[in-house]
């Protein structure tokens, strides 16, 4: 999936509108591509129960069944089979010539089919496998198939440029997507991310649903998507297993059901110590404010951060983050705190409420509270700090910093004169270093 273009603001904002996680403000930032993301909890289906359904998958079928027939014969140049014998395997196994392909890919891939000077024989794969093999069998199947969207999988040049954000959205609603939604989204997503011309975005929109509707029953023969009985596209339950893996693969934060309920009950002092720690993503953020009225969960949040260091008050803004107009109450309470009044104006400002203005020094105290934060914290919730951005923006920070008074402005100069890969940010940083030293030790004098 990593090899495919999509747009996670479009995504994520999908998440949001269709999926149990409290909205983000619209105001955020357009993430980079590579950004993790937070997927709603999934119930997934027992192994057991998967590994019996992966032999009846279509895919799973034909490749067994091809391998069979195969037998021990010679193969093309480039490992597949001759044209007669493609045609033979056809016709005898009635498989759909576009996706023979496909299935011996697979049978190869997973193991049914050994390819070796030039001949095709029985593969390494036991007959009989364990429960735990027979999910790494099906994880290999459908990353055969996945991989596959570069090289044209379903037909559709758009759909398999889009086939990541496709499953992704599909995986995140699990009553399941309308077909005219995927195809709105896909048709948005394309033109977001190619900028193509109005003709071609008539012609796209006009060819699509019907490749959409082809590329749907390519994944329903893969096993991965199914239609419900209100005509929805869902996810399979092993599907639902292997995209969240995939997902997994690619850092993004896709928890199960029971992952989320460990942290719903915890007091707001444990799950931010977990959220610092690392052992807390940000999905476990949501099904913990669902247990808890807004107002009081953000004045437990407050007070912790009022009295932490920086990594502390960055956990808890994470959290607030989630929060929408009905903390304002507790928020606008804050504004008397020392440590929290800057991003308590910052929360009041970004939902449009009303809020003393912040001030240049203001906003470079919160970028060093931010950097400072990222010194005591580990995992995922870290890339969600409001961290600024590298270039000469960072270079003129870097030289405001030491006349804001933040505790940890050495120690973030530091962080950058010793890490980051512009010479020009390490110059910048370690003259300012030396500059908020000196000014620390004539405060003391």
């Known amino acids: 999936m990593a090899n495919n273009v999509f747009d996670l603001?479009?995504?994520?904002?999908?998440?949001?509108?269709?999926?149990?996680v409290p909205p983000r403000p619209p105001q955020e930032k357009t993430p980079a591509q590579h950004e993790a993301l937070t997927f709603p909890p999934v119930t997934l289906a027992g192994d057991a129960e998967l590994a019996r359904v992966v032999p009846t998958v279509p895919l799973v079928a034909d490749a067994i069944r091809l391998a069979t027939w195969t037998g021990e014969r010679p193969v093309s140049p480039d490992g597949l089979l001759p044209e007669a014998d493609?045609?033979?395997?056809?016709?005898?196994?009635?498989?759909?010539?576009?996706?023979?392909?496909?299935?011996?890919?697979?049978?190869?891939?997973?193991?049914?089919?050994?390819?070796?000077?030039?001949r095709a024989s029985r593969g390494p794969l036991p007959a009989r496998l364990t429960v735990e093999a027979t999910l790494e069998f099906w994880d290999g199947v459908v990353m055969d198939v996945l991989d596959r969207a570069d090289e044209g999988l379903t037909g559709s040049t758009v759909v398999d440029g889009h086939l990541a954000e496709?499953?992704?959205?599909?995986?995140?609603?699990?009553?399941?997507?309308?077909?005219?939604n995927l195809a709105r989204g896909i048709l948005q997503s394309h033109e977001v991310a190619c900028a193509p011309g109005d003709a071609e975005m008539r012609r796209l929109a006009a060819a699509l649903p019907a490749e959409l509707l082809e590329a749907l029953s390519l994944l329903s023969y893969c096993g991965l998507v199914e239609q419900t009985s209100a005509g929805r596209t869902a996810l399979t339950p092993l599907g639902v297993w292997a995209i969240r893996r995939d997902l997994l693969r690619e850092g993004h934060d896709?928890?199960?059901?029971?992952?989320?309920?460990?942290?719903?009950?915890?007091?707001?002092a444990e799950l931010v110590e977990a959220l610092v720690k690392g052992s807390a993503t940000q999905s476990a953020v949501a099904g913990w404010l669902e247990r808890r009225p807004p107002e009081e969960a953000a004045r437990e949040l407050i007070a912790?951060?009022?009295?932490?260091?920086?990594?502390?008050?960055g956990a808890v803004g994470a959290v607030l983050e989630e929060l929408g107009p009905e903390a304002e109450a507790p928020m606008r309470e804050a504004l008397a705190l020392p440590l929290m009044r800057r991003y308590a104006a910052s929360w009041l400002h970004i939902r449009d409420l009303q809020a003393p203005p912040l001030s240049p020094e203001d906003h470079t105290w919160i970028a060093v509270d931010s950097l400072a934060a990222l010194m005591h914290m580990s995992g995922p919730v870290a890339g969600r700090l409001?961290?600024?951005?590298?270039?000469?923006?960072?270079?003129?920070?870097?030289t405001a910093m030491p006349a804001v008074g933040h505790p940890d402005t050495v120690a973030v100069l530091d962080m950058l004169a010793g890490a980051h890969d512009d010479q020009a940010v390490v110059k910048a940083a370690r003259k300012a270093a030396m500059k908020a030293r000196s000014l620390a030790h004539t405060k003391m004098d």
Do not use: C, H
């Not at 912790?304 to 008050?313: L, S, W, Y």
């Not at 409001?386 to 870097?398: F, R």
């Open 304 to 313: 912790i951060a009022a009295e932490g260091d920086a990594g502390r008050r």
């Open 386 to 398: 409001d961290t600024p951005e590298p270039g000469e923006d960072l270079v003129k920070l870097i």
């Open 254 to 268: 896709a928890p199960t059901a029971a992952e989320v309920e460990v942290f719903a009950d915890l007091s707001a």
């Open 166 to 180: 496709m499953l992704a959205t599909i995986y995140s609603v699990r009553s399941g997507v309308a077909i005219a």
């Open 86 to 118: 493609r045609a033979a395997a056809v016709a005898a196994l009635g498989l759909a010539p576009s996706r023979l392909r496909l299935v011996w890919i697979v049978a190869v891939n997973t193991g049914l089919l050994r390819i070796a000077r030039g």
């Open 9 to 20: 603001a479009e995504l994520r904002k999908l998440i949001d509108e269709q999926a149990a």
